[in-house]
C-alpha cells in the first residue's frame, strides 16, 4: 500500500495519496475526507434492457470526480441512478451512510443537486427567477423567500457567475451562458455535492472552458462535484479522479492521468490514443484513421 | 235495338251525346282545378287533427322522436311516420305511401325540398297564433276539397273560443316560461302559448320585449319587478315528472317573492297543447282558466 | 417588476370595478345608492331586496368564483402539461359536464334539480378516465398521452351528447342554454352544493404553484429539487378537472377564459413564472367573467344574452394586442 504520487502536482494542487485500487485518500497529513456518496453493484433496467450491470461509484467530500466512457455505457444512467432520478433494479447507493431507498426527495435535494444536461427553456423566465426555483426547494410548501434565501440566491448567482445578467430572459441567453445558469440553479440547493451530466457536451471551446473553469474553482472553493464527461482531455485537466464506466460497468478508477492510460483507451474505447499534459494543456493524440496492432471493439 | 231507332232518332242521339260531351267539357273547368288530392300526408299533429275534424283520413301522419302529439282518435291505425332533423319523415318511407299531398311545416325545410323534387305537394302550415290556426283550418279545408264544411267548421270553433274566453273575472299576471330549468324563457303574445294564455284571460308577463320568435330569455329581475301572479312551465317532459318539476320550480329562490311562488301558483304543463297549435282551441283555453289562472 | 406590479394593480381595479358594475347593473335600473343599502341590510322593498340579495349578489359571487377557477384550471394545465394549447376542454371535462347536463335533461327531465351534480359527475369522470388512460402503459403520464387521451374523451361524449340530441330533438332547446354556458341568477343554492370543489381545487392550485415552477425548468431539475413530476402532473390534473367540472356545473359549458386569460396574464406581465400567472389569472379571470356576464345581462335589457361572446368581444382585442407586441 505504498502511496503513489500524483503525476498533476505541477498544478499546485494538494498531493494526494491513493490507497488500493487507486483511490483517492485525501490531502496528506489529514484524515481522508468522508464518503459523500458510495455506490455498489448498481444495476439499472429500462424498457427490459439492462443498462447498468453493476457499476460501483465512491464520491468523497472535497473531490471533483469525472465519470467517463464509451457511449451507451451508461454513465449518464449511473449518475441518474445514484441521484434518485432512476430507479436502479439492484445494487446498493448510500448517501453519507443512509440508503437511497429511505431519503425523500427534499433530503436528497439537500445532499445533491443534478444538473441535467440541457434542461428545457422555458419562455418568460429569468435568470433571477430560475434560481429562485431552485432555492425554493429548501422552503416549506407556501411560505415566503426571506432576505436570507434572497442572499443565497445572488450568492449562487455570483458563484456561478451569471449575477451579470440575473434579469436576462433564459431564452435569450447562449449555451454556455445557460449551462452556467444550470449550475447556479444547483447551487441555490446549497447541496454539498453537485452532479452535472456531460454538462460542455454541447458547448462550443470558449463556453467550456468556462464551465471547467467554474466547476474546478467550485471545488477548489468547497463543493463536491461529480461530472459525466465527454472529452477525455477534459477529464483529465479538471477531475481529481477518473471512474471509467463501460458496458454497464465500472471498470477502472483512479488519478485520471493513470487511469486513462494508452492501455485502457486502446481496451476500453479501442482507440490509438494517449494523453498528455504540458505547459498546463492537457491533450489527447489519437491516431484518427485507426493503426495496426489496436482491435477495434 | 238500333232497329226499332230510325235515322232520325239516332241522328238527335248523336247530337244529344256531342251536347252532353260538351257540356261536361264545359263543366269540368268550372268545378275547380283537378279532383281533390287522395293520398294526404300530415306531418304536423295540427295538419292531421285538422283533417281528421274534416273528416278526411290521411294515409299518413308525422310523430317526433320522443313527442308528446295527441292525435284524434279518428286517426287511429293511419301509418305512423317517425320524424327526425332535418329532413322530417324518412323520405324513402314518404314516397312509398304515394302521397300527392304532405301538409308540412317549416322545421322540416330540407325535406320539403326533397319532397317537391319528388313531385308531390308541399303545404306549410306553422300557425301561431289561435287566428292564424282558425284561417289554416279554412285553408286545409279549401284544399281537400271540402269548403263549405271547412267554412262551418270554422264559425262553429270561433264561436266555442269566444264561449270559451267569455266571462273572465280576473285577468292574472302569467309568467309562461319554455324549458325544463329555472330560465326565465318566455312565451310573448306572438306565440301559441301566448296567444291562448292572453286568450284565456291572462295578462303575459314579457318585460316589455317583443322578438319574432315569439320567445326570448328575460332577466329575473324583472319577472321580480313585475310579480307575476301565476307561473306556468312548459317544459318538454313526461306526465309523471310534473310533481317533481312543480316542486323545483316553487322552490326557485330567485322567485320567492313573487306572489305566484308565495301563493303556490307554479304549474307544468307538458302535453303540447300550449306548445303547438291544436284543433281543440277551446278545450284548452278552457283548462288554462279552470286549471292554471282560475277565472 | 414595475411592469408585472402595474399589470396586477391594473387587474385588480379592473376586478373590483366589474364587482361593482355587477352589483350596480341589472335590468332593473335600481339607484346605486339603495344597492349599497340594502347590501348592508337598511332598507328597500321587498322586489329590490329580492333583486339585490338573491339575483344579482350571488350571481356576481358566481361569475367572480367561475372565473378566477377557470383561469386557475387553464393556467395549472398549461403549466403542467407544458403546452400553450392545454386548457380544461383538453382533459375532458367540457364534454363530460355537458352529456351528464343533457342525459339529465332529455332523459331525466323530472331530475333537473340534480343537473349540477350530474354536471359536475360527469364531468369527473371524464378527467379520471383520461387520467387513467393517460397513466397507463409506457411514457405513463407524459404531455402527449393526456392530450390524445383528453381528445379521445371529449369526442366519446361529444358524441353521446350529439346522439341524445338527435334522439329527442324536441327537448334540445332546453339543453342549448347549458351548451351555450352561462350564468342564472338562481341564489346561493348552486354555490351553496358546489363550493367544496371550488375550495379543494384552489387549494390544489395554491399548493402547486412552486412544483409548477419546478417542472418548468424540466423534469430532471424538478426531480433535483425534490419534486416528482408524474406527481405534480397528476396533482394539475386533479386541481383543473376538479375547478372546470364545479364550473361547468353552475354556469355550463363556458370555454376561453382557461385558455386565453393565463396567456394575457403572461404577455402583459411579462414573465411565466407561476407565482405570478396563477393568482393573476384568478384575478383576471374574475374581472373577466363578471364584465362579461354584466354586459350580457344590461345591454339589451331585459334580455338575457349569452354571455360567451362578451368575454370574446373584451378578451380577444386585448389577446390580439399583447400577441403583436410580444411575438
Redesign the interface.
Known amino acids: 500500500m505504498a502511496p503513489q504520487a500524483e503525476e498533476g502536482g505541477s498544478r499546485g494542487r494538494p498531493q494526494r495519496t491513493h490507497g488500493p485500487m487507486g483511490v483517492a485518500e485525501g490531502p496528506l497529513g489529514t484524515p481522508s475526507a468522508p464518503a459523500l456518496l458510495e455506490a455498489h453493484g448498481v444495476e439499472v433496467e429500462i424498457g427490459g434492457t439492462a443498462i447498468l450491470r453493476g457499476a460501483d461509484l465512491l464520491v468523497r467530500s472535497g473531490e471533483l470526480v469525472a465519470i467517463v466512457g464509451p457511449n451507451g455505457a451508461g454513465k449518464s444512467t449511473l449518475v441518474r441512478a445514484v441521484s434518485g432520478l432512476q430507479r436502479p433494479s439492484g445494487g446498493d447507493v448510500r448517501w453519507s451512510g443512509c440508503p437511497l431507498g429511505d431519503l425523500r426527495g427534499r433530503e436528497l435535494a439537500r445532499l445533491r443537486a443534478f444538473v441535467p444536461q440541457r434542461m428545457p427553456v422555458p419562455a418568460g423566465i429569468s435568470v433571477r427567477e430560475a434560481v429562485t426555483i431552485g432555492r425554493s426547494s429548501q422552503l416549506r410548501p407556501l411560505s415566503r423567500l426571506t432576505g436570507a434565501d434572497r442572499d443565497g440566491v445572488d450568492a449562487a448567482m455570483d458563484r456561478a457567475g451569471v449575477g451579470r445578467f440575473a434579469a436576462r430572459a433564459l431564452t435569450t441567453l447562449s449555451g454556455g451562458e445557460l449551462q452556467r445558469v444550470q449550475v447556479a440553479i444547483g447551487l441555490a440547493q446549497e447541496a454539498p455535492l453537485l452532479i452535472a451530466d456531460e454538462p460542455t457536451s454541447q458547448l462550443d471551446l470558449g463556453a467550456t472552458i468556462g464551465v471547467a473553469t467554474l466547476l474546478r474553482e467550485l471545488v477548489d472553493g468547497g463543493l463536491t462535484a461529480l461530472v459525466v464527461v465527454h472529452d477525455l482531455a477534459l477529464a483529465a485537466a479538471v477531475a481529481d479522479r477518473a471512474v471509467i464506466v463501460a458496458e454497464g460497468r465500472t471498470v477502472a478508477t483512479g488519478i485520471p492521468a493513470e487511469v486513462l492510460s494508452a492501455e485502457r483507451l486502446a481496451q476500453t474505447w479501442g482507440a490509438d490514443a494517449r494523453l498528455t499534459e504540458h505547459d498546463g494543456r492537457t491533450a489527447l493524440h489519437v491516431a484518427w484513421l485507426g493503426s495496426k496492432g489496436v482491435r477495434a471493439p | 235495338m238500333t232497329k226499332r231507332f230510325g235515322r232520325g232518332t239516332r241522328g238527335r242521339l248523336s247530337l244529344l251525346l256531342v251536347a252532353a260531351l260538351i257540356l261536361t267539357a264545359l263543366c269540368l273547368p268550372a268545378s275547380g282545378q283537378a279532383a281533390p288530392p287522395q293520398r294526404i300526408v300530415a306531418l304536423t299533429p295540427f295538419a292531421a287533427n285538422t283533417l281528421a275534424k274534416l273528416g278526411v283520413t290521411p294515409v299518413g301522419i308525422g310523430q ?5 302529439e295527441r292525435f284524434s282518435p279518428k286517426l287511429k291505425g293511419v301509418t305512423v311516420l317517425p320524424l ?2 332535418p329532413n322530417g319523415p324518412n323520405l324513402e318511407q314518404l314516397a312509398s305511401l304515394n302521397p300527392d299531398l304532405v301538409f308540412s311545416s317549416k322545421v322540416w325545410a330540407k325535406g320539403n325540398q326533397a319532397m317537391e323534387g319528388l313531385g308531390m305537394d308541399v303545404v306549410l302550415h306553422d300557425p301561431r297564433s289561435i287566428a292564424g290556426a282558425l284561417a289554416d283550418t279554412f285553408k286545409i279545408g279549401t284544399i281537400v276539397g271540402h269548403k263549405h264544411y271547412a267554412r262551418d267548421l270554422l264559425q262553429s270553433m270561433r264561436k266555442q273560443v269566444e264561449s270559451a274566453s267569455k266571462g273572465t273575472e280576473e285577468r292574472p299576471k302569467v309568467m309562461l316560461i ?6 326565465p ?1 318566455t312565451f310573448l303574445p306572438n306565440s301559441w302559448g301566448g296567444d291562448i294564455v292572453s286568450k284565456a284571460g291572462g295578462e303575459l308577463l314579457t ?3 317583443t322578438s319574432n320568435s315569439g320567445f ?7 319577472v ?2 313585475e ?1 307575476p301572479d301565476v307561473i306556468i312551465a312548459v ?4 306526465a ?6 312543480t316542486e ?1 320550480l316553487q322552490s ?3 322567485w ?2 313573487t306572489n305566484a311562488a308565495k301563493n303556490g301558483r307554479v304549474y307544468v304543463s307538458v302535453d303540447n297543447s300550449l306548445l303547438q297549435a291544436g284543433t281543440d282551441i277551446a278545450r284548452t283555453i278552457r283548462k288554462v282558466r279552470s286549471a292554471y289562472l282560475k277565472n | 417588476m414595475l411592469r408585472r406590479s402595474l399589470v396586477l394593480a391594473a387587474l385588480l381595479v379592473a376586478l373590483v370595478a366589474a364587482t361593482v358594475c355587477s352589483l350596480a347593473f341589472g335590468a332593473v335600473k335600481l339607484p346605486f345608492s339603495e344597492v349599497v343599502d340594502i347590501l348592508f341590510g337598511n332598507g328597500g322593498s321587498e322586489a329590490q331586496r329580492q333583486i339585490v340579495e338573491t339575483l344579482r349578489l350571488p350571481r356576481t359571487v358566481e361569475a367572480l368564483v367561475v372565473g378566477a377557477a377557470l383561469s386557475v384550471a387553464g393556467a395549472v394545465l398549461q403549466g403542467a402539461l407544458g403546452n400553450p394549447l392545454a386548457s380544461p376542454d383538453v382533459i375532458g371535462v367540457t364534454g363530460g359536464a355537458g352529456f351528464g347536463a343533457i342525459l339529465i335533461i332529455i332523459l331525466l327531465p323530472g331530475s333537473i334539480a340534480l343537473l349540477p351534480l350530474a354536471a359536475l359527475a360527469f364531468g369527473l369522470l371524464a378527467a379520471a378516465l383520461v387520467f387513467v388512460f393517460a397513466w397507463s402503459g409506457r411514457n405513463r403520464g407524459s404531455t402527449g398521452k393526456v392530450i390524445l387521451a383528453g381528445i379521445a374523451m371529449l369526442s366519446l361524449f361529444t358524441a353521446g351528447t350529439t346522439g341524445l340530441l338527435a334522439a329527442f330533438p324536441e327537448r334540445a332547446p332546453s339543453a342549448i342554454f347549458f351548451i351555450a354556458g352561462g350564468l342564472t341568477s338562481s341564489g346561493w343554492e348552486e354555490i351553496e352544493t358546489i363550493w367544496p370543489y371550488f375550495a379543494v381545487g384552489f387549494v390544489f392550485a395554491l399548493f402547486l404553484i412552486r412544483p409548477l415552477d419546478r417542472l418548468a425548468l424540466g423534469d430532471d431539475v424538478a426531480a433535483s429539487l425534490g419534486s416528482r413530476p408524474q406527481l405534480i402532473r397528476l396533482g394539475a390534473g386533479i386541481a383543473a378537472a376538479l375547478l372546470a367540472a364545479a364550473s361547468a356545473a353552475i354556469a355550463g359549458l363556458l370555454g376561453f377564459l382557461g385558455l386565453v386569460v393565463p396567456h394575457v396574464v403572461r404577455m402583459a406581465g411579462g414573465t411565466s413564472s407561476n407565482t405570478y400567472v396563477i393568482p393573476v389569472s384568478a384575478i383576471g379571470g374574475a374581472a373577466l367573467l363578471a364584465a362579461g356576464d354584466t354586459l350580457a345581462r344590461t345591454l339589451r335589457a331585459p334580455i338575457e344574452m349569452p354571455v360567451g361572446p362578451f368575454m370574446v368581444v373584451l378578451g380577444v382585442p386585448l389577446f390580439l394586442w399583447l400577441l403583436r407586441k410580444a411575438v
Open positions: 317526433t322522436l320522443g313527442g308528446n327526425s332533423h319554455l324549458g325544463v330549468g329555472r330560465t324563457f318585460g316589455g320585449v326570448e330569455r328575460i332577466s329575473d329581475e324583472v321580480v319587478a310579480n317544459p318538454h317532459a313526461n309523471d315528472d310534473i310533481p317533481s318539476l323545483y326557485n329562490p330567485a320567492a317573492s
